[in-house]
């Protein structure tokens, strides 16, 4: 079996491999580096948890390093474009880990958070970039970066930069770029658009494709439970505690439901935290860490997270909601079975989910084992000191209201109290205020010596 020592790597980055514990490439490594190391363009197509951040790390570390010049303020010398923030963050992590004591300088740039520290990185020069494209762009536009002078490019996530709308933003970067560059493109499936993008950045590329597109790893056990859609929580709640779970990955369609689990999971002492495009990049490192070391059992994501969470260990995913894209099954349950481990994929599927579930089948192209869970009505959950109010089920249905019973049938109406006669109001006496001109009846000038009283700060005028 090949060996990392056998793919001409500098010895350093064999010492952080052999640190990190790697001692044998995965297939997508094994066939991507040593192209990569020749100088060569590279189409990659593999699914999430293969290696393939590794596959194009490796000889990007090994091409940079050793420089003997200075870094051009505002001018990185390769860019490495990723989708979400989260997995911007993790490619970083993986330079760090494998390019230690290296002189290889790096930077991650994404929205979310301030852009003065990024900034103040690009002019202090750099010789890998790692952005997402929006705020690339937008620092791109103010005019702290340049790219006519980047040496390798890399296109991670290509399909997923496709679904989260950056296609265009993509294009406008790709327009900045030299001609004479290294270009690398990963996709975990290849729709028309991107295979357009590929044919027009890839100058004879070398395919490299370890898995058929969109197909799940054979390790994960998959299965599909039916239920009603008010009885979701419940048949959540029931996975968390009878299927034994360590780390489980919850994903849902939108953002509101995300927040939602997490409320109902906390009445039952179940912690839990959720990650989505509305969290502020403090909360989401915060979420993400306490589910790295294991505060949490439970993180609730939405799709946006489905390709940035790279965490071992992870035990369980559960498709609290099916996606609408097929191919986006395939990525969520990738965040299992990692580094040759076995792993659960457990999906919810209601009734308004069957042609979800009809499509995510015909995309991977086998027919997954199915249960059937009956929920029961939940009246209240456990109060704590801190909530008196009873929890009620948001999407259960409201119960209808009882008709009421007319008056006279199967109740006597009670008798109106007497009312008493309403007191002859006393007519007021007229006042007429004196006009412009004519003077008003004088009052009786006062016989005794007293001051006038107070009113307020005021005092009254002797007439």
């Given at each position: 079996?090949?060996k990392f020592k056998e793919l001409a ?236 779970v360590e780390l489980t990955l919850v ?213």
């Amino acid at each position: 079996m090949l060996k990392f020592k056998e793919l001409a790597l500098h010895e350093i980055i064999l010492a952080n491999l052999e640190v990190a514990g790697y001692e044998t490439p995965t297939p997508i490594q094994a066939q991507s580096i040593p192209t990569l190391l020749e100088g060569h363009d590279l189409l990659g197509i593999a699914q999430t948890g293969t290696g393939k951040t590794a596959a194009f790390t490796l000889p990007m570390l090994q091409k940079l390093q050793g420089r003997n010049f200075s870094l051009t303020p505002c001018e990185p010398r390769s860019l490495i474009l990723a989708p979400t923030r989260e997995l911007a963050s993790q490619i970083k992590e993986q330079l760090d880990k494998y390019g230690r004591n290296l002189k290889v300088k790096n930077a991650v740039i994404f929205g979310g958070v301030g852009q003065a520290a990024q900034v103040a990185a690009l002019r202090n020069g750099l010789d890998v970039l790692i952005a997402t494209p929006g705020r690339l762009l937008d620092l791109m536009n103010q005019g702290h970066c340049k790219l006519n002078k980047v040496e390798i490019f890399v296109l991670d996530e290509a399909d997923r930069m496709l679904d989260m709308g950056f296609i265009h933003d993509i294009k406008k970067i790709i327009a900045k770029l030299p001609e004479q560059k290294q270009t690398m493109l990963f996709s975990a499936t290849m729709p028309n658009e991107i295979v357009g993008i590929a044919n027009r950045i890839l100058k004879n590329p070398t395919k490299v494709e370890v898995t058929p597109p969109s197909t799940t790893v054979e390790r994960i056990n998959q299965k599909v439970i039916f239920t009603q859609k008010a009885y979701k929580y419940q048949l959540l709640r029931k996975v968390l505690v009878e299927e034994g779970v360590e780390l489980t990955l919850v994903f849902t369609r939108t953002k509101h439901g995300a927040n939602k689990i997490v409320d109902y999971l906390a009445h039952f002492n179940i912690q839990s935290a959720a990650i989505h495009g509305n969290k502020s990049q403090s909360a989401r490192e915060t979420a993400l860490e306490n589910f790295k070391t294991g505060k949490i059992k439970v993180l609730v994501a939405t799709d946006i997270a489905a390709r940035g969470i790279d965490v071992q260990g992870v035990s369980h995913v559960i498709n609290y909601d099916l996606p609408v894209e097929a191919e986006s099954y395939v990525h969520r349950i990738g965040r299992t079975a990692r580094a040759g481990k076995d792993g659960d994929a457990i999906s919810f599927c209601d009734e308004t989910e069957r042609d979800a579930l009809a499509r995510i089948q015909k995309t991977i192209g086998k027919k997954l084992p199915t249960e059937t869970f009956v929920g029961v009505a939940e009246q209240s959950v456990k109060m704590t000191q801190t909530d008196r109010k009873p929890y009620r089920d948001p999407r259960a249905k409201p119960k209808a209201k009882e008709p009421q019973k007319p008056q006279g049938q199967g109740q006597q109406q009670r008798p109106k109290p007497e009312q008493k006669p309403r007191q002859e109001q006393r007519p007021r006496p007229e006042h007429r205020p004196a006009s412009k001109g004519q003077g008003g009846p004088r009052r009786e000038e006062r016989k005794d010596n007293k001051e006038p009283a107070k009113v307020g700060f005021k005092f009254r005028k002797k007439r």
